[in-house]
């Protein structure tokens, strides 16, 4: 019995191609079809998130949809930051954000978030955003503070400190 | 059971093993067709391609597994001489898979964030974060399949008695992606399809053992 190695190499050839394939196709979309997404989600700087929660201008709701354990490292401090793992979302209970102005879910750099954010479209929430320059790192990008294990801060210390950031922001970092 | 009979069971167990991941994936991420249109932020559609690559991966290393220990066993059912042959070259599209989950994860990123996440794909910093320990076992495991796919080609001529040994990674890194993907795939944190690669995993742990053994005796 030979080694049919032709035969090998032709099926990881086709198996590569295939899955390079939406890869290769999002590269060479028009700079117009790049920015197509941003019709059906909103893009949020997280200043304008911040001010608008601390505010009390509409109900923003962050959504962490990333695992327990994630979320317990570290995460967005408040009282409107939720955590539903994205696993979780398709028959999650959806109340809290049935009234809510904008949900952003959020996870690392948002490739899980985004996922979130369509499934949550797909559930008849269209209210749905994404961080600018994604996730939580954007967050922390934009000098805010995080609460949990890995720096040591709670919920209550990380507010504090996200309520002298967001009131010392120059107005022009934080419009539309 | 005859001979024929045993070569449906053996061609529709992998064709089942190989399937199923990919029909959870499929039925999570539906509509796929989603993925070809202009709705989704850059890096999001590879980073999706990225997930089935990583079943592939899984599926196929264990069955290269099965191969290299019960591959006599499974020929004799088959009514087969050799299934040597199959098991090398499954060899291909196995390492095709295994270099093609990080290479797509690294692009998704690096396309993402706008600069090069190579270093935190090919070798995270463990202790960051959550994220990044789980992520290392990864990086590790595609090591060791890599290394162990060398030494089978170059081994028996450069190191005649250690390239077995050195082939043998092949279940430390079964083990590696299984540890890796119980935290990070994002299918087989969902109970169904996590019970099924830790079985797969066990099963894997105890032929190998049951191979150890009875080279002992």
């Keep these: ?176 | 059971m005859t001979v024929r009979a045993w070569r449906w069971t053996l061609a529709g167990s992998t064709l089942l093993l190989l399937a199923l991941p990919l029909a959870v994936f499929w039925v999570k991420t539906a509509p796929l067709s989603f993925y070809f249109g202009d709705s989704f932020p850059p890096g999001q559609a590879i980073y999706i391609m990225m997930r089935p690559a990583g079943h592939l991966a899984y599926v196929l290393l264990f069955l290269q597994i099965v191969l290299g220990l019960h591959g006599k066993d499974l020929a004799r059912l088959a009514g087969v001489p050799t299934l040597l042959p199959l098991h090398k070259a499954m060899a291909i599209p196995t390492l095709g898979a295994v270099f093609a989950h990080p290479l797509l994860f690294w692009w998704a990123a690096s396309v993402r964030t706008g600069h090069n996440t190579f270093l935190n794909t090919f070798w995270p910093d463990p202790m960051r974060n959550y994220w990044t320990w789980y992520f290392f076992f990864g990086a590790l495991a595609f090591y060791g399949v890599v290394l162990a796919v060398l030494a089978a080609l170059v081994g028996p001529r450069l190191l005649p008695r250690a390239w077995r040994v050195i082939h043998g990674l092949t279940y430390v890194s079964f083990g590696l992606a299984w540890y890796h993907s119980r935290a990070t795939g994002a299918e087989v944190r969902d109970q169904g399809l996590g019970v099924l690669y830790t079985a797969m995993a066990l099963m894997a742990a105890g032929m190998l053992l049951r191979r150890l053994v009875s080279r002992r005796d």
């Design chain 1, 1 to 176: 019995m030979r080694v049919p190695w032709v035969s090998a190499l032709a099926a990881t050839l086709a198996g590569a191609v295939l899955f390079a394939l939406p890869g290769i196709r999002e590269q060479f979309r028009s700079p117009g079809q790049k920015e197509a997404w941003r019709r059906d989600c909103y893009v949020v700087k997280p200043e304008e998130a911040a001010r608008r929660i601390l505010q009390g201008q509409g109900k923003v709701v962050l959504l962490d949809v990333r695992e327990k354990e994630e979320y317990d490292e570290f995460h967005i401090p408040g009282p409107l930051c939720l955590r539903i793992t994205l696993r979780d979302l398709p028959t999650a209970d959806l109340t809290p954000f049935q009234d809510a102005d904008l949900v952003i879910p959020y996870c690392l750099k948002d490739l899980r978030g985004f996922e979130g954010a369509k499934i949550l479209r797909q559930r008849g929430i269209l209210n749905v955003g994404v961080f600018e320059k994604f996730g939580i790192y954007s967050w922390e990008n934009a000098g805010f503070p995080t609460a949990g294990t890995a720096n040591g801060k709670s919920d209550e210390q990380a507010m504090q400190e996200l309520r002298e950031k967001v009131a010392a922001l120059p107005a022009s970092s934080i419009a539309p």
